[in-house]
T-cell receptor, first 110, second 114 residues
Framework: GIQVEQSPPDLILQEGANSTLRCNFS?????LQWFHQNPWGQLINLFY???GTKQNGRLSATTVATERYSLLYISSSQTTDSGVYFC????????????FGGGTRVLVKP | DSGVTQTPKHLITATGQRVTLRCSPR?????VYWYQQSLDQGLQFLIQ???????AKGNILERFSAQQFPDLHSELNLSSLELGDSALYFC?????????????FGPGTRLTVL
């Protein structure tokens, strides 16, 4: 099956700092989504981005499908950005399920 | 708020018992997915329904079953519960049944088996 690897596993930021999270996947994908799991456990959709670049406020994401990676940028981080960020892909040979990476745990300190 | 609702939010039960988790998809979505998040296994796909029919199956135990009703809500039934079934169970929905559709997640049901 497909492998989805996220780096770094943990990230500690000072409020106001910028950061880049990476997601590598081992095969062609139909779908790639980024999620934020907040401290209460809710999974919040950030981006649906099988290719290209998107921006939403202080967050942006880029997926280079031909090179099998995606990047999530957090700018001017805030304490509310704390939580776990997951990348998930749909691999065409594995049906319609999302396969999740291990996540990047982010802590933003005031 | 994703528009996907799940009940109950929390469930505490004993080993050997049976529970039912309920999910209502976003308005207009035909596909429902169930995922399990545990500390040791991460987020894993269990099963997908599309317009009432089972579409795909993942690592779902035989003790677990699901269905999608004509009004498109779905239920996940977990029986003969074991300690290891303690996890956060998510339901997601999408407009279509194919892999190109964005999936939206509900708030989850936290199951604790004592």
């Amino acid at each position: 099956g497909i492998q989805v690897e996220q780096s770094p596993p943990d990230l500690i930021l000072q409020e106001g700092a910028n950061s880049t999270l990476r997601c590598n996947f081992s095969d062609s994908v139909n779908n790639l989504q980024w999620f934020h799991q907040n401290p209460w456990g809710q999974l919040i959709n950030l981006f649906y981005i099988p290719s290209g670049t998107k921006q939403n406020g202080r967050l942006s994401a880029t997926t280079v499908a031909t090179e099998r990676y995606s990047l999530l940028y957090i700018s001017s981080s805030q304490t509310t950005d704390s939580g776990v960020y997951f990348c998930a892909v749909v691999y065409f040979a594995a049906g319609n399920k999302l396969t999740f990476g291990g996540g990047t745990r982010v802590l933003v300190k005031p | 708020d994703s528009g996907v609702t799940q009940t109950p939010k929390h469930l505490i039960t004993a080993t050997g018992q049976r529970v039912t988790l309920r999910c209502s998809p976003r308005s207009g979505d035909l596909s429902v997915y169930w995922y399990q998040q545990s500390l040791d296994q991460g987020l894993q796909f269990l099963i997908q329904y599309y317009n009432g029919e089972e579409r795909a199956k993942g690592n779902i135990l035989e003790r677990f079953s699901a269905q999608q009703f004509p009004d498109l809500h779905s239920e996940l039934n977990l029986s003969s519960l074991e300690l290891g079934d303690s996890a956060l169970y998510f339901c997601a929905s999408s407009a279509g049944g194919g892999g190109y559709n964005e999936q939206f997640f509900g708030p989850g049901t936290r199951l604790t088996v004592l």
